[in-house]
């Protein structure tokens, strides 16, 4: 109910509680997060740097999201723009970006690596060939994949989300009063 909740500042999510304190407004939480755990680079460039690979990635990956809650008679089309979004706007910049460094700024893990392991997982799910033409992509991949957080993170019975299913779908329009036209 409006003005209800003090936990959410603008009665939306996502929350995140964490120090004492209650997170709303995306950018505002993964900034927190980047700057507690020096994960924005080591200087004002490189933070540029990461700044754009990562919203370019919140792009790409805000398409996928939104596709369960595309009409029927939509989902075929977005899936075709997806993957050709991914395959030539976004892959290929990511691809260069690792031509020798393990890392996409700096030599240097940050952000922006945590959110191309994101990506490039979200769309193995729906493509799960994608990667077959971005060898850079599939190697760094794997290198995160062995990452001890990352590796636990991916492990059956994790706090890792899976698919939205109909019945998900379904709680998020009636939660969110979303109205299917
Ligand atoms: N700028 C905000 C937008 C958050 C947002 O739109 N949240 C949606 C769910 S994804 C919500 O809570 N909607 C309910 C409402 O606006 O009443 C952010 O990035 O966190």
């Known amino acids: ?55 370019g990635l919140n792009d790409l990956m805000e398409m996928r999201m939104i596709l369960p809650f595309k009409k029927p008679d939509e989902k075929q089309a977005h899936i075709g723009v997806i993957q050709g979004k991914a395959t030539s706007r976004y892959f290929p910049v990511y691809e260069k970006a690792l031509n020798n ?15 191309l392991m994101e990506a490039t997982l979200m769309l193995e799910e729906l493509f799960p060939t994608i990667l077959s033409t971005f060898p850079n992509l599939k190697a760094f991949q794997g290198k995160m994949r062995s990452l001890p957080t990352i590796s636990k993170f991916l492990q059956p019975g994790s706090q890792r989300k899976p698919q939205p299913d109909d019945v998900y779908v379904k709680t998020v329009m009636e939660v969110l009063n ?3 036209p």
């Open 178 to 180: 979303i109205q299917i």
């Open 101 to 115: 460094s393990q890392y996409l700024v700096g030599n240097q893990f940050s952000r922006a690596d945590v959110h």
């Open 1 to 55: 109910m409006v003005g209800q909740n003090q936990a959410l500042m603008f009665e939306q999510v996502p929350l995140v509680e964490m120090d004492g304190l209650q997170l709303v407004q995306s950018k505002a939480i993964m900034n927190y997060i980047a700057e507690k755990y020096k994960l924005s680079g080591k200087d004002l460039k490189e933070r540029a740097m990461i700044d754009m690979y990562t919203e």
